[in-house]
């Protein structure tokens, strides 16, 4: 079964988000009821801003008036004149594929390529269904990248579309579900799955129209994901073939190093028009962090630890080597080791304090304990995009600000300590996330349960068991008072124009305007199906964002308006400003160092390191994650 143009068109105007439906493309469809399902839509709108004065503030910021939102809320049709987008194309390349004769098997020619490559079976649910959407990447791919078959072996190219797999199912899983759970009726014993095997291979077959046509933005997101993947992962390949020599030349790995041959992706939402992080290995054994962002935060921190290493041989802290390259750029792996004794140990909660005391001093955030790694004695920070704060201004943060140091913690978050020196992993948290039960049986099942953080490295491991930072509160301290020492003794040339400071004059920094989990909510929110179906009812959703927000000026604006385009996208919204806005700010703190400020900042680290009533079982190095560079 295959999708006409007509019914591509309608999927296209169905599916289109409320402020692209502009009327010199789109015009109202002529249904009944279709002035009530708008209007509807608008006492919907108007209930999640906040009632009728904050609604009107929200249409004046999005440039419409009443009746133009209300023809928009209905249902509409693409004008005849009104090309259909190219996304389209996807889709319809996806659903008229004829199934090769494997299709007929469990599991498909999807499933088929994966054993002949030797890759285990797909772990995302429905994953055998999801097979035209992935052959029609993996053939585009191939026509816009063809030096990936000699860059990658042939089982990093299936983990490539084993990622892939995973966003698809995410978006269309719960659809897939609901489908098939109408079909199946009760649930079956976990051990079956005649039935979930007949409902992948229905629907790889021709099944796929019946449901976009059911579920037009679905029809979308699916489109757009499989496009974004073909284009980050050409210009992935792109990038490794161009970067090699520089990589080599700077010893992120070695000039034999061979074809790529892992590829994994930290779990992680994508930005960016679906690009995420890979952490790659080598033939030769070499591994390195491939980042879609300029890294050049990154480099400023390297070239300013040297540099104080040199003049100051207490910030015994050392950096991950990295190249940037625009807008993106290679890191150095860092691998989570256990000390080799307790002296090791002992230095590590020492440079942890130097750490903290430099981390204090630039304003930098969200050095939480997934973005540092304990490797042996040294702590690894991989993820330095709020290296600064252009909005700090010239006050002192607190240092937990920083995410290094717990912060107490209450209601249903408590326990769940994410603190870089400090963190567990494996605590309950308040938000909710959706886990998927049993897939590939018959009795597959979707529920929401309460998110629990991962196992983290980044604590030292010594004999096998995490040595908690409370235990070293004395080194932590002394580690702090040492670079508080070094850093006033070279304040002059650290705050001088020419310094190791004044590269940060060309960066841009990462700004959270809200709280990252409330994206994560709301993609999830947005993934139920019966926020599939249409475009502009599925937009109204997103107008919670609103909510908190005072609907005045251009900032309001701009900040919805680049939040709606990401969230259409299915990606993260990510937002910077000039990191130079923080430098007299850091000048600032700089010259309020002194021997009051410092025995402040001690008490603190005292009260942050004071072993509250926690369960601080140690865990088994082995359960720790290998290696991140997120």
């Known amino acids: 079964m ?58 004046a910021l999005a440039g419409v008036d009443v009746d133009a939102a209300l023809a928009a809320l209905g249902p509409v049709r693409l004008r005849r004149h009104a090309p259909t987008p190219t996304w389209t194309c996807l889709l319809a390349e996806a659903c008229a594929a004829d199934p090769p004769p494997s299709a007929a098997t469990p599991g498909g020619p999807d499933a088929a390529r994966r054993r002949d490559t030797g890759a285990a079976p ?112 050409a210009r992935f390949v792109g990038d490794l073939a161009r970067d090699r020599p520089a990589l080599a030349s700077r010893g992120l790995i070695g000039p034999a190093s061979g074809r790529v ?73 860092a691998l989570a080791a256990p000390c080799r004794d307790g002296a090791a140990a002992r230095r590590f909660h020492r440079r942890g304090g130097a750490l903290l005391c430099l981390a204090g001093l630039l304003g930098s955030r969200d050095l939480h304990a997934a973005n540092l790694i304990a490797e042996g004695e040294h702590p690894r920070v991989v993820d330095l995009e709020m290296l600064v704060d252009p909005d700090l201004g010239q006050a002192t943060p607190p240092l937990s600000r920083t995410g290094l140091l717990p912060c107490t913690a209450t209601g249903a978050d408590e326990g769940a300590d994410m603190s870089g020196l400090c963190g567990l992993g494996g605590r309950a948290m308040s938000v909710s996330i959706g886990e998927w039960h049993d897939p590939g049986t018959d009795a597959v099942r979707y529920a929401i349960t309460r998110a629990r953080t991962p196992v983290f490295a980044n604590a030292p491991v010594l004999a096998g068991a995490r040595v908690d930072a409370r235990s070293h509160a004395d080194e932590v301290l002394a580690g702090f008072a040492d670079a508080y020492a070094a850093l006033l003794a070279c304040r002059a040339a650290l705050a001088a124009d020419d310094g190791p400071l004044a590269p940060l004059r060309g960066c841009r920094v990462a700004v959270t305007p809200r709280p990252p989990q409330i994206y994560a909510t709301l993609l999830e929110h947005l993934l139920h199906p019966r926020h599939l179906g249409d475009g502009a009812s599925r937009t109204v959703e997103l107008e919670r964002l609103a909510a908190p927000l005072p609907l005045v000026g251009a900032t309001d604006a701009g900040l919805l308006r680049d939040e709606h385009a990401a969230l259409e996208r299915m990606d993260v919204p990510r937002f910077t400003r000039r990191a130079a806005r923080s430098l007299p700010g850091i000048a600032a703190r700089l010259d309020r160092m002194g021997p009051l400020d410092l025995s402040a900042r001690l008490d603190e680290i005292r009260r942050a390191l004071t072993p509250p009533a926690l369960d601080v079982r140690a865990a088994d190095s082995n359960d720790a994650a290998p290696g991140t560079g997120r």
């Open 2 to 59: 295959r999708l006409r143009t007509a019914e591509l068109r309608w999927i296209a105007a169905a599916s289109a988000p409320l402020f692209e439906r502009d009327p010199a493309t789109h015009r109202p469809a002529r249904e009944p009821g279709a002035s009530t399902l708008a209007r509807q839509r608008l006492d919907r709108w108007s209930a999640l801003v906040g009632g009728p004065a904050r609604l009107a503030r929200r249409l």
């Open 122 to 233: 797909s772990t995302a649910p429905f994953a055998a269904a999801l097979g035209p959407f992935v052959a029609c990447a993996a053939d585009r791919l191939a026509r816009r990248a063809p030096g990936g078959a000699a860059a990658l072996s042939a089982g990093a190219q299936e983990a490539l579309l084993e990622q892939l797999r995973g966003r698809l199912a995410a978006i269309a899983g719960r659809v897939l579900l609901s489908t098939f759970a109408a079909r199946r009726g009760p649930l079956a014993d976990p051990s079956e799955r005649v039935a979930h095997d007949e409902f992948v291979r229905d629907v790889a077959r021709g099944g796929w129209p019946g449901l976009l046509l059911a579920h037009p933005v679905l029809a979308r997101l699916l489109a757009d994901a499989t496009g974004q993947w073909v284009a980050a992962t």
């Open 261 to 333: 041959v892992g590829v994994r992706s930290p779990p992680a939402t994508t930005r960016g028009g679906g690009r995420s992080v890979m952490l790659l290995a080598f033939e030769s054994g070499d591994e390195v962090v491939y980042k879609p962002r300029d890294l050049d935060l990154d480099d400023v921190f390297v070239r300013l630890l040297t540099w104080l290493s040199a003049r100051a041989p207490a910030i015994d802290l050392g950096g991950l080597p990295v190249l940037t390259r625009g807008d993106h750029g290679w890191m150095t792996l």
